[in-house]
């Protein structure tokens, strides 16, 4: 059953290696070192950027005094609600020629042409890292913050004690100490900006995924798809294993709960740089973008275009109850075994399942597109020999598709959930039953299943949500005339009518929010 | 009496490594068994073996003459009639207490549950609290709880894992006492895991001391420790201090305490009959010791602690380095020393236990 999760891959991976060196060596020659260039100083420029917003916020956060900690606690986590597209689309509405900033500023200076005056050009390469990056920053935030606050506060006291500063002691303990967690965060980070591709593809930024969108959709030429899909698949790799190795590292956390942090005490030009800081991240990523699209639903929308918008939230629903539901039963599925199996190698199917988060969607669906069709033309072939009519692209060409990446891509969160679910249950609960006479179904049915039945509950929800957000899978695998509410909205910005699709972006943002308001919520929690 | 357990040639691997060998262990009914040994030794491995947890390599698990284990027949935990109670209780926590209670019974028709539980509340006072769910209960409660859970399907054998180990140093005692009242009312046979002897004492009928993988001893507590049968089981009772002493000419003792009498009369125990000249060692208790003013001096006071029992000292020999030195001699007294104090002790008469323990090997 596994196996057949990670096959598409394994059947991608095959066909990226076997594929002719004639068709690499052309790319080679004409777009890839242009678009493998794009892609790495795009990373590169995201990740540094994430850690500067994200450490520098969760470094004020923890270790100052910096007013407003409480709602910029908060504030700081949501712009990862936010698609980049969105913001990109609503950035380059508000600093484009003809938006509001550079008209109101003509107008005051009586500027005439372009030519009077410098202003910035979003739509570049540097403008879609900003962007990406002001998105993605919350996962640096959220995973220093905590990795701050978990640091066993003795050591801070030790420094303080051997004649360390706050500020000397967070540079000289606290900040390498979290370096860890800032590296696994700096890799997830890389591994969404990688995988994105409706941002890059509004700028025109040539990558490796609009690469693979443009030559499987444009031309149709799968082979050199795949291929790019491989090359991008091999950077991907690359991430995973440096990750694993920064997590390997990752000891030096204590859970001593201690709340007399060693608070740096700001001056007051520090406070209001600080403070300026932070509550522009949190403006710059998530309440102006935000705003803007309340505003465009308050003035554009009408009934009519809510209305038009239900058959494909209906579709998006459809797709994301279904992919959120296997998931979960796939996920209870490999998590009973390794907790309840015998078998030596009882934790692989968890393990190899969860693999898929790290594949962009775009890989997957050339993954999933090259598995399916054979094996759709194999039936049709059959039922033409067996007298029946041809059953079409049954696999390939149908929901199927679409549901079958999800689940690849989304496992790895539903085995999280259930997983660090059940590691919260006792190993004697899992003896209790059979010491009064119970056998494994009713232990699973009677105890098992019901402990477990608020992180089963909090895993669909998690998928579902990610599966209403996902967009370049979908875009790549869906039927003919086939929209999920992500696929409209991403239409619309293509042809500069968000306005038509504003009250669904702000459903998926709010969607969004749901799972940071449960991360958050768990937090509070376990720290009482 | 009937023998609820029976235990032969048990061995148990666990990833390649030998856990259990060749345990032999008899329980009748209505015994109360203390299974001690170091940590690492393999208590818990037994109990879970015995409840169905863990697999045997080899040999005979027979419970109350019906149910035979073997290698060959294993019987799933389930179908074993025998009861546990968890270190951490394992209540399930989505269960109220009488849910709790009542799950190992559920097959049964209602008024036999109904009429079980009210003995079990009962007994266990636990009245007015079945409604409530673990977590709202307090430690002693909890503790409770998982007996009466344990004893509702009426098991053969109760197995209990450390019950006391989470239990505050003072209701510990109350709490022995009130549950092997409550083993003993029921006719129940129970063996418990513990790393702490003086539970044994309190609460057990027997006890056994296991060291790496084996049953070393198994007796009375008082039998046991009056003649433990080899240097490890002393060694880890704590029944006294090592001297070494050898046998000269068959007719004294000697010591670094001075010489004895030899006397058959006077050994309670002496492993293998050493040869002449052979190093032994002599298991010294406190009390065996007293101080000789008149003699010249022969240990110096290392270590003073002050306890219940008056002062309480470590002394050395003021021999280094011989084959009779040694360190950490026990000795009690009212008399307050001063440290680095040297005084002459003596051995009184008594009946000596002697092992061949290797002189510097700590279990």
Known sequence: MVLTLIFPLLVLIIEGISASTDLFSYLWQTVLPDYISNTLILGVF???????FGVISAALIVHSNIAG?????????????????????????????????????????????????????????????????????????????????????????????????????FFKVALPLARPAIAVAASLVLMETLADFATVQYFAVNTLTTAIYDTWLGYSDLATANALASVLMFFILLTVVTEQRARAGQAHQSNRVNKTQQIIVLSNIAQIFASGFCWLLAIAGFILPFTLLLLMAWEYSTLEQFFALIPSATNSITLAFWAAGLSVVFALIFTLFKR?????????????????????????????????????????????????????????????????????????IANGTID??????????????????????????????????????????????????????VLLLRPFNFETLSTQIYQLISDEMLEQGALGAIFIVLLGLLPIIWLNRDKNNTSQ | ??????????????????????????????????????SGCGKTTLLNTIAGFIEQEQGQIVIANILTITPENIIAPQHRNV???????????????????????????????????????????????EQRFPHQLSGGQQQRVAIARALAPQPKLLLLDEPFSNIDARLRNELMRSMRHLLKSLNITAIFVTHNKDEVFTFADKISVMHQGSILQTGTPASVCQQPINWQVADFLQLGSWIPLKVQSSRVYQTALGEMPFLETMLEKRENNAQENQIQQLLLKPHYIEVCPTSAANVQIDHIAMTEQGYHYLCSSLTPNTEFSFEQLSYYSNELYSLGQQMALIVKTHNFVIFNKPAHVNS
């Open chain 1, 46 to 52: 995201v990740v540094i950027l994430a850690i500067l």
């Open chain 1, 69 to 169: 900690k409480a709602a910029l606690r908060w504030l700081l986590m949501l712009p990862l609600a936010m698609p980049a597209y969105l913001v990109a689309y609503l950035y380059t509405d508000l600093f484009d020629y003809a938006g509001p900033v550079q008209r109101t500023l003509r107008l005051w200076f009586n500027w005439q042409s372009p030519n009077d005056y410098w202003f910035f050009d979003i739509r570049t390469l540097g403008g879609a890292s900003i962007i990406i990056a002001l998105v993605l920053f919350p996962y640096v935030y959220m995973l220093a913050k905590t990795a701050f606050e978990l640091q066993d506060q003795n050591l801070l006291k030790a420094s303080r004690l051997l004649g360390l500063s706050a500020k000397q002691s």
């Open chain 1, 420 to 473: 660090s679910g059940i590691k919260q249950i006792p190993r004697s609960i899992d003896f209790a039953p059979a010491s009064l006479g119970a056998n494994l179904p009713i232990m699973l049915t009677k105890i098992h299943l019901p402990l477990l039945k608020p992180s089963i509950w909090v895993a669909w929800l998690l998928v579902f949500i990610e599966a209403m957000k996902e967009l370049p899978a």
């Open chain 2, 83 to 129: 009861g546990m109670i968890f270190q951490d209780y394992a209540l399930f926590p989505h269960l109220t207490v009488e849910q709790n209670i009542c799950f190992g019974i559920d097959k049964l028709v209602k008024a036999e549950q109904q009429s079980r539980l009210n003995k079990l509340v009962k007994l266990l006072e636990l009245t007015n609290l």
């Open chain 1, 340 to 412: 309840l199996g015998t078998d030596k190698r009882r934790y692989l199917p968890l393990q190899i399942s969860s693999f898929g988060y790290a594949i962009p969607g775009t890989v997957l669906a050339m993954a999933m597109m090259s598995t399916l069709a054979p094996i759709d033309y194999m039936i049709n072939d059959l039922a033409k020999f067996l007298g029946f009519s041809p059953p079409g692209l049954i696999l390939s060409g149908s929901i199927f598709a679409v549901i079958f990446a999800y689940i690849v891509r989304f496992a790895a």
């Open chain 2, 1 to 38: 009496m009937t023998n609820i357990l029976n235990i032969n040639d048990l061995t148990v691997n666990l990833q390649g490594k030998t856990i259990l060998s060749d345990v032999q262990l008899t329980l009748s009914e209505g015994d109360i068994l203390g299974l001690v040994g170091p």
